[in-house]
């Protein structure tokens, strides 16, 4: 594994996790670099979005240690909260706050969280959904927007935080085959302005284009990490090998 | 005897009403506010909480409101001054908390019926259990629970008849002064239930009102 | 609770008849209760006869007069005049509770046949219900703490706090005789002890004979002051207008007063609190109003 250089800003250390009898997380050893941005595939059910919940605690982990920035995500409360708001995520589902207007779950986290002044997060999330290119959708309710647009208010609502890392848990795999581009489109230029992400999915186009690293996952452990024109090129491992090779048919 | 027994006694009646409004004001507010708290309890991350509101609801769900108003009005003094209140005080008090027991599983349905990507969403940013709940769960748990809860603040209301036994002005109450001084059960007891649909009917209709508008602010 | 419409309307039927026959039971008198004596058909009586029950309705919370034990027997005066009744038809009584706020619509709907529970006779009720009797007779008095020497007697009621049982003649006295009185009636005397013992009232009014009851389950907390300041006759509910059931009633009562059984009931039960007793009060077989 190369590492990139500095201190890491996740790192995961022998992490373990288990629902019921379903080991889901196996020995998960796992660094990301600042600014890295490191794409996570794998076969359906491998843990991908167990990992990546496990990294901002939505999931708790039986053992192991997850560390965000050099600190260990406290195990509830207020503490957990703080931490959390640096970590920005985006779901398969949008999960928009269906009662609230677009600009209003832009601007919920700032204000309540953050404690900045009602105007001001207004005015800076108004630029944001300008900026994901739904300027004009800011006082829609989330119903009436389409997937795409959904999503990359989302992503607007995660960015609003102005966190130090991002993570995105299949964030294309709901959308209709034309709404995907504009969204990873959008995850692109976050990679360029040097966002550190990890992202689940199965864009393999991304993964080439956009990761610096991509780790394969199958059945709760992490199998291979190596930058993408390596992996796609030359994977290492065989079971690697046999899910490109299924990807690549289709 | 007859329709007489009703209007001789319309201002005994009136006198009831006010007690029965009294206290289904105030047990309502306190089982709202109470039950709401018991709900955050019963899907709060911390296990002892959890605990807690279960016990609570289990508890106060299946033991009989009679008993109690009876256990607390008579009950409550023995444990010293501070507890020795008035008969309206204990009535209300156990209204409440045993109405909480039902207003926390009508808003623990309600939180239920969010889907939980709402909540993770919102714990993502940052913000805090309580926030979690009041900001993004509980206003969605709203339209939900409105039908519910209605159902609840109804039987409430006819529940507040238990306050008769530890002689609480209410309609039951003076219904049976009505009834002593008269010695017509039958119209007596017609009279007080007219008494109380003139309570629970309008309740029943602000209920689906609310149901409607919250059914169309989304 | 409520008897279903059938049985109602046949009881009433039955009642009906009863009064259209008019007759008189002379017979009866000279029964003795070991041979199962016959009534004229169409009686109260003859009916109860068949059902093998005479259903009683009395307290079942009233120390010394009726009082379900853990047993669950009903045991007191009430209860011991109830059998005497109930062997003088060959019959089994059987007991159902009668608070006092239900003792005049469980007559009426034919739920009871009799209500024995302490029941005072008055005008009032004598509209809707008939009596039989008075067979004891009592006053109302006044129970205190047993620390407490401010109340004396009924003046000192002034102002005080009272408890009482809703619906009783003693609650209506009181609210008449002293209007300053803060009356709270609950529906049995257990509360108002209760009430008594945790400073929630001043005082417990009601029949004297009731008081001693209470008292003789915590003589440590409770006493009765002051002489008795009016004269309760109980007397035994029955459907009104049912003269040959009253009849037959009142005929009973006076056998038990001769042959020492109404004695032998109330010694069992008030004698073991009071010593004196009283003597049997004699019948009043009033005419009955419209
Ligand atoms: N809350 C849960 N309770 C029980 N089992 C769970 C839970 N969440 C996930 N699992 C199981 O854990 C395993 C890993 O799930 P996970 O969602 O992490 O996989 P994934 O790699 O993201 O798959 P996919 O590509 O289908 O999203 C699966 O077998 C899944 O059924
Ligand atoms: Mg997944």
Redesign the pocket.
């Known amino acids: 594994m190369d590492q990139p250089a500095g201190s890491p800003l996740v790192v995961l250390e022998g992490v373990n996790k288990s629902?019921?009898p379903?080991h889901?997380?196996k020995d998960i050893d796992l660094q990301v670099g600042r600014g890295e941005v490191l794409v996570v595939i794998?076969?359906?059910?491998?843990?991908?979005?167990?990992?990546?919940?496990c990294i901002n605690r939505l999931?708790t982990v039986d053992s192991g240690r997850v560390l965000v920035d050099g600190q260990e995500l406290p195990r509830e409360g207020k503490a957990l909260a703080r931490l959390r708001a640096d970590i920005g995520m985006v779901f398969?589902s949008f999960n928009l706050f269906a009662h609230m207007s677009v600009l209003d779950n832009v601007t919920l986290g700032p204000i309540k969280v953050r404690g900045v002044a009602k105007a001001e997060a207004r005015e800076r999330g108004r630029a944001l959904l300008t900026r994901v290119g739904i300027g004009d959708k800011a006082d829609a309710m989330p119903a009436q927007l389409s997937g795409g647009q959904q999503q990359r208010a989302a992503i607007a609502r995660a960015l609003a935080m102005q966190p130090k890392l991002m993570l995105f848990?299949?964030p294309t795999?709901a959308l209709d085959p034309e709404y995907i581009s504009e969204v990873l489109d959008v995850m692109r230029g976050l990679a360029e302005e040097g966002m550190t992400m990890v992202v689940?999915t199965?864009e393999m186009g991304f993964a080439r284009s956009a990761g610096n690293r991509v780790a394969f996952?199958d059945g709760?452990r992490i199998v291979e990490v190596a930058p993408p024109e390596q992996f796609f090129n030359a994977p290492e491992s065989p079971r690697a090998r046999d899910f490109l090779g299924k990807i690549l048919t289709h | 005897m007859g329709l007489s027994t009703i209007t001789d006694n319309l201002d005994v009646y009136v006198e009831g009403f006010v007690g029965t409004v009294t206290l289904t004001a105030l047990g309502a507010a306190g089982a709202l506010a109470l039950g709401t708290a018991l709900a955050a309890m019963r899907v709060s991350p911390v296990a002892t909480l959890r605990a807690g509101g279960l016990l609570y609801v289990e508890t106060l769900r299946n033991c009989p409101l009679p008993v109690l108003v009876v256990l607390m009005a008579f009950g409550l003094p023995k444990l010293g001054e501070t507890f020795l209140w008035s008969f309206f005080a204990y009535g209300a008090v156990a209204i409440a908390l045993y109405h909480a027991a039902f207003v926390c599983e009508a808003v623990r349905s309600g939180i239920g019926s969010v889907s939980t990507g709402q909540g993770e969403a919102a714990r993502s940013l940052g913000l805090p259990f309580g926030q979690v709940l009041r900001l993004v769960v509980l206003p969605q748990a709203f339209r939900t629970v409105i039908p519910p809860l209605g159902n609840v603040l109804i039987a409430l209301t006819k529940n507040t008849s238990v306050v008769a036994l530890i002689d609480v002005t209410d309609i039951t109450n003076n219904t049976e002064l009505i009834i002593n001084d008269t010695v017509d059960p039958i119209f007596a007891v017609l009279g007080s239930a007219c008494a109380y649909l003139l309570l629970t009917l309008p309740m029943g209709l602000l209920v689906g009102r609310l149901e409607k508008r919250a059914a169309f602010a989304r | 609770m409520r008897l279903r419409t059938a049985a109602a309307l046949a009881a009433l039927a039955l009642t009906l008849t009863a009064c259209g026959g008019g007759d008189e039971q002379g017979d009866l008198g000279s029964g003795t209760p070991d041979t199962k004596p016959t009534f004229e058909a169409g009686t109260t009586m003859a009916r109860i006869q068949s059902a093998g029950v005479l259903k009683v309705g009395t307290k079942f919370d009233q120390p010394l007069y009726g009082e379900k034990q853990l047993s669950g027997d009903v045991e007191g005066f009430d209860v011991n005049v109830a059998k005497i009744l109930a062997d003088e038809l060959g019959v089994q009584p059987e007991f159902t509770e009668a608070v006092s706020k239900n003792r005049e619509p469980f007559i009426q709907n034919g739920t009871v046949d009799i209500v024995v529970a302490t029941y005072t006779i008055n005008d009032k009720r004598k509209q809707v219900i008939d009596f039989a009797g008075p067979y004891y007779v009592t006053g109302q008095s006044i129970m205190v703490k047993k620390d407490d020497s401010a109340i004396t007697d009924k003046a000192g009621l002034a102002g005080k706090r009272v408890c009482s049982v809703e619906g009783s003649t003693p609650a209506e006295r009181i609210k008449t005789e002293v209007p300053t009185a803060k009356l709270t009636t609950f529906d049995t005397y257990g509360k108002c002890a209760e009430a008594l013992k945790n400073g929630q009232t001043d005082a417990v009014t009601t029949d004297e004979a009731i008081l001693l009851g209470l008292v003789s389950k915590s003589p440590e907390d409770f006493q009765v002051v002051g002489e008795p300041f009016s004269e309760e006759p109980y007397g035994i509910g029955l459907k009104k207008g049912d003269q040959p059931f009253r009849d037959f009633l009142n005929d009973t009562l006076e056998k038990a007063y001769e042959d020492g059984r109404w004695e032998k009931a109330l010694k069992d039960t008030v004698g073991t609190v009071q010593d004196q007793l009283p003597s049997p009060p004699p019948v009043d077989r009033y005419t009955a109003a419209g």
């Open positions: 629902f019921g379903l889901v997380l794998g076969p359906s059910g491998s843990g991908k979005s167990t990992m990546c919940r999931e398969q848990d299949e795999s689940v199965h996952m709760g």
